[in-house]
């Protein structure tokens, strides 16, 4: 892969169908619940430790999303967003950011400006080819199944931290 990392200093994701797998579970009583996967929450946590912003957009609302984002200790949750584009433009101008600083991934038609417009974007290979066509490139991992951690990682990689965190811990143990 030969993009250009060292301008990413954010990390957005899209929830349902990147840090879940797009299903929604709801019981007969109403209560909505979504699945996780604790590897991409580890590489959340990783990105953040290493300095970079990390949030979370939808265009949904859910109480199991707001508790994964507390757990996580990411930097802004967005939900229930019609506007996605004009969302993230008030955060990066926030953080004192621009769109080449963006790292974006999504997985639906929702997705497609902020996929085209971001410095980097990702898509999970079970979103449709038409909107996989617009990220940067394609995760192995399906969304909610490590998607999240491999993209991190590889963030991390390109910019060098990941081999620095590294070094770190083979010099100072764990």
């Not at 996605?84 to 497609?112: A, E, H, P, R, T």
């Not at 990702?122 to 490590?146: H, I, L, M, N």
């Amino acid at each position: 892969m030969d993009l250009d990392f060292s301008e990413i200093k954010i990390l957005v994701f899209d929830v349902d169908g990147v840090l879940t797998d797009g299903k929604i579970h709801i019981s007969e009583s109403g209560v909505e619940t979504k699945t996780f996967f604790a590897h991409d929450g580890a590489g959340i946590r990783l990105a953040k430790k290493m300095g970079l912003k990390v949030g979370f957009i939808s265009a949904r609302t859910s109480n199991a999303a707001v508790i994964r984002v507390k757990e996580l200790g990411v930097d802004f949750y967005i939900e229930g967003c019609k506007d996605k584009l004009n969302s993230l433009k008030k955060v990066l101008k926030d953080y004192n950011l621009d769109f080449k600083n963006l790292f974006y991934m999504g997985d639906d038609i929702v997705d497609i400006e902020l996929l085209n417009i971001a410095g980097i974007s990702a898509s999970v290979p079970d979103a449709p080819k038409y909107v996989r066509d617009y990220a940067d490139f394609v995760t192995e991992k399906s969304g909610g199944c490590g998607a999240v951690r491999e993209v991190c990682d590889i963030i991390l990689e390109k910019k060098g931290l990941l081999f620095n965190f590294l070094n770190d811990l083979n010099k100072n143990g764990f």
